[in-house]
């Protein structure tokens, strides 16, 4: 089973109904059709949760990798371990029983997992997870040596100019992005949120913004606080 984005909320890992249908290999519909007919079954908050509201559009705006299938959805369900073991009872097919076991594992239970081995959960598996471990690790020491210092330097160098934004400075990107979108339509102007992202990849020359590169971090915020939206966008 592939990574995927890890989903929480309320403290516990949830998936979305869409990713439901995509590892059994059927539709969301069939997972609708089944959860309204053993509907009594289900308990919200234990085996999912409903996302309404101002919850569904802050939750579309921080999860728009996996946009497709859920935007056009009046309500967003985020299922539970529990709730996805009624899913696999309900289609009980020998291969919903044997996703169901690889989800668990691989993502449900990963953490519990990796603690019960007392093996560090955040290993660095990657080129730029390695470099970054490395150069926090150093950084950490206090170092006598000039030349090794000056090693550390120009490693940093290297990791934020090739490591994309990290986690928190996708977050600041996002918050920047909310508060331009609402100062300029307090001032008249029309806009939304995915015109600065768009303005964002073009000026970076990236596919999607969350591949800004780390040392263009401040940049990205000065451009997003400074935009206004062509004449033609109003």
């Keep these: 089973m592939g990574a995927m984005k890890i989903i929480e909320r309320n403290g516990i890992r949830v998936i979305t109904t869409v990713q439901v249908a995509n590892f059994f290999g059927t ?23 409903v996302l309404k509201g101002e919850e569904r559009k802050e939750f579309l705006f921080n999860n728009m990798e996996i946009h497709d299938g859920l935007k056009h959805a ?10 996805v073991f009624l899913h ?12 169901y076991t690889s989800l668990v594992d691989d993502y449900f239970n990963k953490v519990d997992q ?4 007392n093996v560090p959960t955040q290993l660095p598996t990657t080129i730029e ?18 030349e090794l210092k000056r090693a550390v330097s120009n490693l940093s160098l290297v990791v934020d100019n090739e490591v994309h934004l990290n986690d928190h400075q996708l977050a600041e990107v996002q918050t920047a992005v909310k508060q331009r979108v609402f100062y300029l339509k307090q001032n008249g102007y029309g806009t939304h949120y995915q015109t600065i992202f768009s ?8 596919p999607k913004y969350n591949k800004i590169k780390r ?13 206004y939206p062509k004449k033609s966008d109003n």
């Design 27 to 49: 539709e969301t519909k069939i997972i609708s059709y089944n959860f309204n007919y053993n509907k009594d079954r289900y308990q919200e908050g234990v085996h999912y949760i």
């Design 74 to 83: 009046k309500n967003i369900y985020l299922w539970t371990e529990k709730g």
């Design 88 to 99: 696999a009872k309900s289609l009980g097919t020998d291969q919903a029983w044997d996703v």
């Design 114 to 117: 990796l603690q019960r081995m």
């Design 129 to 146: 997870d390695i470099l970054i471990t490395a150069l926090t690790n150093m950084k950490e020491m206090k170092f006598e040596n000039q």
């Design 199 to 206: 303005a964002l990849k073009t000026h970076f020359s990236v």
């Design 215 to 227: 040392g263009d971090f401040d940049k990205a915020i000065d451009i997003i606080k400074g935009w």
